[in-house]
């Protein structure tokens, strides 16, 4: 598949990898740098905006760790000569309706701002829409949430990555530069074989929204981390699994008319058959394509899968489709295993006999029993479908919280009779019988 495409869209270097925990490491490389250097693993690209993701992380850091909070202006933390009002939240989620671009005619100059000219140049930035309107893409936006995090940090964005998120996971090979594995990037003409090298570029105080390079192995890794972070950072030194939980989840969808992808916390979310997602980031820098995608859900996925696509042309969009259809044929052709059933400890004693079918709202749902926790299910809810997981309050009798699925946060209580027997239950307050009610409380099965 990756011969193929690198083939048939002329892409002079295509690196891919792929990453789960009950496999080794999958690479393959095909072409050439365009230099003296040998086509490789170690071999780096420019992966632009997947660089987003990384910033993105050091935003939720700061978060966690008390520095800010998402819904705090953005101008509480930084002195903005205007747009100070834009959200955190908004601004990582592209929500907060900014110009794409800092001022100026940056993809004709190639000269980004530095930090100064881009904070002093937002007195003439545009809010192209209104905030919490709509998704609209913001590299502008990014740059000044990477300004954030160095400021609260106290160093700069670059010093903070490093310390923070590159060294606690081991991607030695992901830099603000490229070192002297690079490949060098082109534009390869439509019309005949040529293939011009691009310009190098350095997005200055853009940086934090597309200035990175790495390899396929390392962005492999970063898109595992994405997709099952307890995998790759098991005591949560990087982020907790519960905070990447929260960037995964989708804020707004990138079309309104054919919901295809969705963007959460400065994550791109693809929602495929079967409950599957991928989630990561593309980028596209001058001569540079990168597709860096996690999967999670649906048969045959392993833990920890991500794959990386790193390209050394701009023009080659198959590049972008390729770790989608890498990451599918995997869990197709070489599925995880299947863990077998082994039988487990009952449930406790005051819960057992309310095991079973109830009914609420005139529907039927089954409550079970499963790995240590009270779970509930529709009767008619597809197979795939994820149960609803239920934990008691220590500090109330017979009551627990929705901490997964249908109702998440809601409440369930029990009530039993003079005899301890569970005769009903209420669930985010709605009422739970044995046998089907109306809302007023006719038993069809008494008549």
């Known amino acids: 598949m990756v011969r193929r495409v690198q083939a048939q869209a002329r892409v002079p270097a295509l690196a891919a990898a792929l990453h789960r925990a009950d496999r080794p490491l999958w690479t393959c490389e095909v072409g050439g740098t365009g230099d003296d250097t040998t086509l490789g693993p170690q071999t780096r690209f420019r992966i632009g905006s997947v660089t987003k993701t990384f910033t993105s992380v050091l935003v939720m850091q700061c978060r966690d760790d008390g520095l800010l909070d998402l819904d705090d202006p953005i101008g509480r933390?930084?002195?903005?000569?205007?747009?100070?009002?834009?959200?955190?939240?908004?601004?990582?989620?592209?929500?907060?309706?900014?110009?794409?671009?800092p001022y100026g005619d940056v993809w004709d100059t190639l000269r980004a701002p530095n930090v100064d000219e881009l904070v002093a140049d937002l007195a003439r930035v545009e809010r192209v829409l209104p905030t919490g309107r709509r998704y609209h893409y913001s590299n502008l936006g990014m740059a000044l949430l990477g300004r954030l995090v160095g400021e609260r940090r106290g160093g700069t964005w670059a010093e903070v990555l490093t310390e923070r998120v590159l060294t606690p996971l081991g991607l030695s090979a992901t830099s603000v530069t490229p070192g002297p594995t690079a490949a060098t990037g082109f534009l390869v003409d439509a019309y005949s074989d040529e293939a011009h090298p691009e310009p190098p570029t350095d997005f200055g105080a853009v940086g934090p929204a597309a200035q990175l390079w790495s390899t396929a192995t390392d962005m492999a890794r970063w898109a595992a981390f994405l997709a099952d972070p307890a995998a790759l950072d098991p005591t949560g030194a990087v982020l907790a699994p519960s905070t990447v939980d929260e960037m995964r989840w989708p804020l707004t969808t990138t079309d309104e008319t054919s919901w295809a992808a969705g963007f959460g916390l400065g994550l791109i979310l693809l929602p495929y058959p079967d409950r599957v997602v991928h989630v990561g980031h593309d980028g596209a820098m001058p001569g540079f394509l990168a597709a860096v995608y996690g999967r999670r859900g649906g048969d045959g996925t392993a833990g920890a899968m991500g794959c990386a696509v790193l390209g050394s042309s701009g023009t080659a969009a198959e590049v972008l489709e390729l770790p989608h259809r890498l990451l599918a044929a995997a869990a197709e052709h070489d599925p995880a295993a299947i863990e077998p059933w082994r039988p487990g400890e009952p449930a406790p004693g005051p819960l057992r006999g309310m095991l079973g079918r109830w009914w609420g709202e005139g529907f039927e749902y089954v409550f079970s029993w499963h790995d240590g926790t009270l779970r509930a299910r529709g009767a008619d809810d597809p197979a795939?479908?994820?149960?609803?997981?239920?934990?008691?309050?220590?500090?109330?009798?017979?009551?627990?919280?929705?901490?997964?699925?249908r109702e998440v946060g809601e409440l369930l209580r029990l009530t039993r009779d003079e005899h301890g027997t569970v005769v009903r239950m209420h669930w985010a307050t709605y009422r739970f019988t044995r046998h089907q009610e109306t809302f007023d409380r006719y038993d069809f099965r008494a008549g």
Not at 82 to 99: E, I, Y
Not at 384 to 391: C, M, N
Request: without cysteine; aromatic residues 4%.
């Open 77 to 101: 933390h930084l002195d903005l000569p205007a747009h100070g009002d834009l959200t955190v939240r908004r601004l990582l989620s592209h929500t907060a309706g900014l110009q794409r671009e």
């Open 384 to 405: 795939g479908r994820p149960p609803a997981v239920f934990a008691p309050l220590p500090e109330r009798s017979d009551v627990f919280r929705t901490v997964s699925g």
